[in-house]
């Protein structure tokens, strides 16, 4: 481990991370006990709150997508069911926001399921990347050929302007 760690450190790591536009930071929070039914979009500068978005809670994981200006919530701490929370900054005159389900709800120890709570995008082909938990009780995987009880990664391809934002 020590010869492993010692290597790693000389390996160059990227340090330049993008910010949506305007200063624009969005918090996501799990939230199991579901007391908390929004997220929050922060100026990174003074930290005020610019937007509340309702109903896009329990995130585990957010992503700025700078390829089409939009942010990504793995929420499967709080929705009902799981869902892939989508939120354009870049509409007029407010963000917009919609959801896809991604799993059942996770509401242990009555009815615990595996938590979808990672998720990442590419900026390029603005593609979006969910692990899909073989125990979150999700179809996505056989849907597309693959096997839910093994679990899969869901691709996402947004129909919408993938335009990026104007800076």
């Given at each position: 481990?020590?010869?492993?760690?010692?290597?790693?450190?000389?390996?160059?790591?990227?340090?330049?991370?993008?910010?949506?536009?305007?200063?624009?930071?969005?918090?996501?929070?799990?939230?199991?006990?579901?007391?908390?039914?929004?997220?929050?979009?922060?100026?990174?500068?003074?930290?005020?709150?610019?937007?509340?978005?309702?109903?896009?809670?329990?995130?585990?994981?957010?992503?700025?997508?700078?390829?089409?200006?939009?942010?990504?919530?793995?929420?499967?701490?709080?929705?009902?069911?799981?869902?892939?929370?989508?939120?354009?900054?870049?509409?007029?005159?407010?963000?917009?926001?919609?959801?896809?389900?991604?799993?059942?709800?996770?509401?242990?120890?009555?009815?615990?399921?595996?938590?979808?709570?990672?998720?990442?995008?590419?900026?390029?082909?603005?593609?979006?990347?969910?692990?899909?938990?073989?125990?979150?009780?999700?179809?996505?995987?056989?849907?597309?050929?693959?096997?839910?009880?093994?679990?899969?990664?869901?691709?996402?391809?947004?129909?919408?302007?993938d335009d990026p934002p104007k800076q």
């Amino acid at each position: 481990m020590t010869s492993s760690a010692s290597h790693l450190a000389n390996v160059p790591v990227r340090r330049e991370w993008r910010l949506p536009p305007d200063h624009q930071i969005l918090l996501g929070c799990n939230n199991p006990n579901k007391t908390v039914p929004s997220s929050v979009i922060i100026d990174d500068c003074t930290g005020k709150v610019i937007e509340t978005i309702a109903n896009q809670d329990g995130a585990d994981e957010v992503w700025y997508n700078e390829g089409d200006g939009q942010y990504f919530l793995a929420r499967s701490g709080g929705a009902n069911p799981q869902k892939l929370g989508i939120i354009d900054v870049t509409s007029d005159p407010d963000p917009t926001d919609l959801d896809v389900p991604i799993g059942l709800p996770n509401n242990p120890p009555t009815s615990p399921h595996g938590g979808n709570h990672s998720v990442a995008a590419d900026a390029i082909f603005n593609q979006v990347f969910v692990p899909i938990a073989s125990t979150s009780g999700s179809s996505i995987c056989s849907s597309t050929g693959g096997s839910d009880t093994q679990g899969c990664i869901a691709i996402f391809t947004s129909t919408a302007n993938d335009d990026p934002p104007k800076q």
